[in-house]
């Protein structure tokens, strides 16, 4: 048993010893390996190296060599800046000494030419802002270059400048006075610039099939208005631009200048239509509509009671009774009790009136009610829009009185609008009972002569 023990031991250190230097043997050889990598990363490092330290050194000679070029240029560019100095210094003498002579020379020109520059000065607005400018297209370029060259120092106008800007002068006061035509560019409302042919009437105003024009000297070219005066003025333009010869009566706006202030200005006028429609708001449409047809049924009662009024007077021509006039109807009322005496017949004559009074007087309440809630819509028209004048004024303030101009309109607007509804529907209201009140009493009259004749027949028997 010993003896197996041993072998055993003897065995297993035989293995282990076996294994170890297996073990041993492996790791010698990696190690190995690894020195071998090392020596290589070593070697290629040193090439990399010595690239690099070869393409810094070349670097730096290239660099060198710029640096002496730019070296070498900055000093060229110092000798000629030193020299160009010295020529500049030497021109300025010269300078000095030719204005000295230039000026000397020309004497009492400099102030003729002061003079020329002052007065070019003043027509220059004048060219900038006439609609001859719009006919005869340069005149300000040629103005602001003769401006300019009055006023150098070095320049000097010519004989031919001053007689082309004589010549502008007298253009300017002869067209003045002149009604010309000619074919130019003219800007429509929606932006399109078409050709057309342009009458112009001295410097007031400028038309064009019919419609008066603007002019901007900035933009160069006629604008239609965008809102054009009333047709009979429209019609005398269109008159004037189909005469040939002799007189032509037509409307010009004396403040000129730009082709009519006034005109021009119309855009910033709506006319009522455009104030009720922009400013009424809701009640405001409402005080109109209720307006319109208070209106309506009151021309309608009129008709109505007119045609009645006609029939009275064609039965108080007549001795027949007839039933398609209410004085007709109180007539057959008397014929039908002849009997009757006359308490009796009052009574019935009464409530044949009383029967016709309502169709008489139809629609009559309806008018005065209209002419009654007009005003009281204005009022609450004023009421809203202060209203919202007070809610603008908390929330952006007091400042910027624009921002309050939209309710105070509403305000006013509306208020017109009640009190301009109101008043002819109460006119309306009493030409209507008016009337419907005559027919009344001469219905009332025609029964009490009767009553009368019958108490004197009566009184006789």
């Not at 190995?32 to 990399?48: F, G, K, P, T």
């Not at 109180?330 to 002849?338: G, R, T, W």
């Not at 308490?343 to 169709?359: H, V």
């Not at 209203?387 to 208020?415: H, N």
């Amino acid at each position: 048993m010993k003896n197996i023990t041993k072998i055993a031991k003897i065995v297993a250190t035989t293995f282990l010893f076996a294994t170890a230097s297996q073990v041993y043997a492996q790791g010698v050889a990696s190690l190995a390996n690894l020195l071998d990598l090392v020596e290589q990363d070593r070697v290629s490092e040193s090439e990399e190296y010595r690239q690099r330290i070869q393409e810094f050194e070349q670097n730096v000679n290239r660099q060198q060599e710029i640096l002496d070029t730019t070296l070498q240029r900055v000093a060229t560019e110092e000798s000629l800046g030193t020299q160009l100095s010295d020529n500049f210094e030497a021109n300025e003498i010269i300078i000095r000494d030719k204005t000295a002579i230039l000026r000397d020379r020309r004497g009492d020109l400099n102030e003729l030419f002061g003079t020329l520059q002052g007065v070019a000065g003043d027509f220059m607005s004048n060219f900038q802002n006439s609609i001859i400018s719009a006919q005869y297209p340069g005149r300000v370029e040629f103005i602001e270059s003769f401006i300019e060259k009055a006023g150098s120092t070095t320049d000097q106008l010519a004989i031919p400048e001053i007689e082309r800007f004589w010549y502008f002068m007298q253009q300017e006061m002869t067209e003045s006075a002149t009604v010309s035509k000619y074919n130019g560019d003219v800007a429509l409302p929606n932006g399109d610039l078409v050709n057309r042919s342009i009458t112009r009437i001295g410097l007031f105003n400028a038309v064009s099939d019919g419609e008066y024009l603007s002019y901007n000297g900035d933009i160069g070219h006629l604008q239609v208005l965008p809102k054009q005066p009333s047709s009979g003025v429209m019609g005398a333009a269109r008159a004037l631009e189909s005469a040939s010869s002799g007189f032509t009566k037509a409307w010009i706006d004396p403040t000129g200048g730009v082709g009519g202030q006034v005109l021009a200005n119309l855009i910033n006028f709506p006319t009522a239509e455009e104030q009720v429609r922009n400013n009424s708001g809701p009640i405001g449409f409402i005080i109109v509509g209720v307006g319109i047809v208070g209106i309506l049924l009151g021309f309608f009662r009129l008709i109505a009671l007119e045609l009645v009024a006609a029939k009275v007077r064609n039965q108080l021509k007549s001795d027949k009774p007839n039933k398609n006039n209410p004085l007709g109807r109180v007539l057959l009322v008397a014929e039908a009790n002849p009997s009757a005496d006359t308490e009796t017949l009052e009574l019935k004559l009464g409530e044949a009136i009383l029967q016709e009074t309502p169709a008489l007087e139809s629609l009559l309440t309806v008018i005065k009610m209209v002419a009654t809630i007009a005003p009281l819509g204005g009022l609450l028209g004023t009421v809203t829009g202060m209203i919202t004048v007070f809610q603008q004024i908390t929330v952006y303030g007091a400042g910027d009185p624009t921002i309050m101009a939209g309710g105070i309109s509403v305000a006013l607007m509306t208020t017109v609008e009640g009190l301009v509804v109101a008043i002819p529907t109460i006119f309306m209201h009493t030409i209507v009972k008016g009337r419907a009140d005559s027919i009344v009493h001469i219905l009332e009259e025609q029964a009490t002569g009767m009553i009368a004749q019958k108490a004197e027949r009566i009184a006789s028997r």
